[in-house]
Each structure stands twice: as C-alpha cells, then as structure tokens.
C-alpha cells in the first residue's frame, strides 16, 4: 500500500525534500559558499541567538503585516533575493519565481545571470513587484545595455552587486567542476553586445559563469556608482553592504536604499552574519533610506526579528529555490505563503498588531539575558 508524502510544515521540510531530488552537482552549486563555509553557516545559526520578547494582553485581533518597499505596496515585508541559473531547480525557474511572488504581492529580485531574459519576467509576471540585480561589468556598455532593458520592461528598482570585485572561491563547487547545463541559456548575458556576444553561437556548456566572472571589475569605487545613477531613472539599491561606514557612504552617493548581505556566504568567507550587522547599519543611516536584508533567513520568526532590528524587508534566497523543486510555481507559492503565515503568527504571539508597533524592544540579544 502506497502510503502519503508527509506534509510540508516548514522551510526546513522544502529542503529536506529537494535535497532528496536534486541531482548532487546541482545541490551542490545552490547550497555551496566560499572558502570553509563559515559565514554560511553563521548566517542561519544567528537567529537562535536572537530572544523575543513577547508584550501580552494586547489587542492582535486585527492584525495587518502589510508594508510598501521603495514606494511599492507589498503584502508582507518577505521577498525573494536574485539567484542564478533557477531552472536547474524546475523548469519553471526564475518566472515560477516571479509568477509565486506576484500572486502573493511581494518583492522580487531577477539575476543578470538568470534563465528568463528581463523581457520574459516583464511579460510572465506583468504586475509583480520586480527589481533587477546586475554587476559594473568592465565593459560598461554591457551594464548600461541591461540597465536599458530593464527600464523598458517596467523593472521598478536596480540591485547593484557590491561585495564582488572578484569571485569568491567557492571549494565545493571547484571539486565538483560545476559548468552551466548544456541545456540551459542566460538569456539577459546572450542578448547582450561587447565580449559575451560570441556566446549565442558557442556549443554547449559554454562556461558562462567563468565569463561572467571574468567581466567583474575590481577597479570599481562610488564613483560607480555615481555613474550608474547619473544615466538610470530607476531608484538604485545597493546590496553587499555590512558596515557603518560603507553605509553612509552609500546615503552620500545618493542610493535609494541598502541591502545588507554577504552574499549568501559565497563571496568572502568568515564576515558577521547579515543580522549581526543590521542595527549598525540601521543606526548608521537613520531615516536617509530604506535598509532590507537577506541571508540564512528560514522562517517568517526570523524575518520579525529582523524587521524588529530595524530592516524594512527582508529576503529570501535558497528556500525559494527548494519550493521550485517541490512544485515549481506552486511550491513557490506555498513556501511563501507559509512563512507570511509564519509572519502573521509572530506578530501576534509578540503582541503587535501591525509593523509600526514592532522594534527593537521585541527582541534582545541572549548575551544579554539575565544570568542565573
């Protein structure tokens, strides 16, 4: 007798079960961060050390866990992160992903190097809230290309890459010998001119991501950034930043908001964890911007006590990717629409009835429990 699949209850649930289907390279490449992989462990281990503390006998009969980002209304502070190369996850790739956060009104960051071109989200998901991720590259005219289609194609936000002026070392995925599928396409990279150009007519599994790679340019400053916000219409959010101090340079450069990340763990090994830094850069910049946050975040309960910290929203990157082999589309749709469950399920335990009421006062650090 053929019994039932358990259900799944949890993020942890989604990746439990995509590590079961997904072939091991593929895994691999989405789980791998640089070096040791400290900091990728760091980043989900942090919130445990992160206590509520709940307010009781209020009023959460009511509760609306609604906010906007960069102007746009959302209906939970959650996103999805950009993420490369979806489609090894489902086929439905990065356009399950856009269709997911669409039905359920939340942001959602595309990759240059995706496996949708920007045109495609633009038409798949038409009223999503869609932000695009891209790199200075060395050779500008690239980056001003993709600047240009995603401003064509209604893309509300730019998510400039900071924190790689080089590629970090990914060990795990160097001994697997990780290469792009033959099958698959970066449709944003190929329709691009300058030195990717000889890629729409190369055999397969081009090593897209080495030449990729090779267009990250070191030389990069503010002044960078400067440039990019000089030629774009778009509001420009800078992500990578971990520090004070790269924070207020970022609010003297003009940028729309910050987004506090390492990466995932896959850039520099044994940095803080994203939410150890949050209030640093929260402080740092006041009510200049607006600051979101991603990494090692597993549960609506970890995105309250970042939105406690101080973030305005927060992102998801991996899990999103589990839901996708789960289901495509509609796993996505429901991981997400449990961790919103998970959100509303938060603010009531901690006694808020909206996100106005929370702060840093519904959350300590245990170092500062009281000790027996």
């Known amino acids: 007798m053929q019994t039932s699949s358990p259900p799944l209850l949890c993020v942890e649930d989604y990746e439990a079960y995509a590590k079961d289907k997904l072939p091991s390279m593929v895994e691999n490449y989405f789980k ?10 760091e980043n989900s281990l942090v ?18 866990m609604s906010t906007t980002v960069l102007g746009s209304p959302v209906s ?10 979806c489609r090894m996850a489902h086929l439905d790739g990065e356009m ?34 869609r932000w695009f991720q891209l790199y200075i590259f060395k050779e500008r005219s690239l980056t001003e290309t993709l600047v240009r ?22 060990l795990s995925s160097m001994r697997e010998g990780f290469t792009v599928p033959g099958h698959l396409r970066l449709p944003n990279i190929d ?33 960078g950034v400067k440039w990019l916000l000089n030629f774009t219409r778009l509001p420009v959010i800078v992500k990578g930043v971990l520090n004070a101090e790269d924070a207020r340079d970022a609010v003297s450069h003009g940028v729309s908001a910050i987004w506090v990340s390492n990466h995932g763990g896959r850039q520099l090994d044994g940095v803080p964890a994203s939410l150890d830094v949050l209030a640093e850069v929260v402080d740092a910049v006041g009510d200049r911007c607006e600051v979101y946050l991603d990494g090692g975040v597993r549960s609506g309960y970890d995105v ?3 939105i406690a910290i101080g973030a305005r929203a927060v992102f998801m990157g991996r899990p999103a990717l589990w839901g996708l082999v789960h289901k495509g589309t509609e796993g996505v749709v429901n991981l997400l629409q449990l961790v919103k469950d998970e959100v509303d399920n938060a603010m009531a335990l901690l006694g808020v009835a909206n996100l106005d009421e929370l702060n840093r006062s519904h959350v300590t650090h245990e170092s500062l429990l009281p000790k027996l």
């Not at 939970?76 to 190369?85: E, F, K, L």
């Not at 194609?153 to 080089?166: C, E, I, N």
């Not at 329709?191 to 991501?209: H, Q, W």
């Open 32 to 41: 791998a961060g640089s070096s040791l992989e400290q900091t990728v462990q």
């Open 47 to 64: 919130y445990r050390r992160y206590r509520f503390r709940p307010r009781v006998l209020r009023d959460v009969s009511k509760r609306d």
């Open 76 to 85: 939970c502070p959650v996103g999805v992160a950009p993420m490369s190369i």
């Open 96 to 129: 399950g992903i856009a269709k997911a956060c669409e039905r359920l009104q939340l942001p959602f960051g595309l990759s240059t190097v995706s496996t949708f071109s920007i045109e495609d989200i633009a038409v798949g998901a038409p009223n999503s809230v």
């Open 149 to 170: 289609r995603a401003e064509a194609a209604g893309f509300s936000a730019l998510v400039l890459t900071v924190d790689a002026p080089v590629a970090g070392r990914r």
């Open 191 to 223: 329709a691009s001119d300058g030195i990717f150009k000889s890629l729409r007519t190369e055999a397969a599994n081009v090593p897209y991501l080495e030449i990729v790679g090779s267009q990250l340019d070191p030389s990069i400053t503010w002044d």
């Open 304 to 306: 309250i006590k970042a």
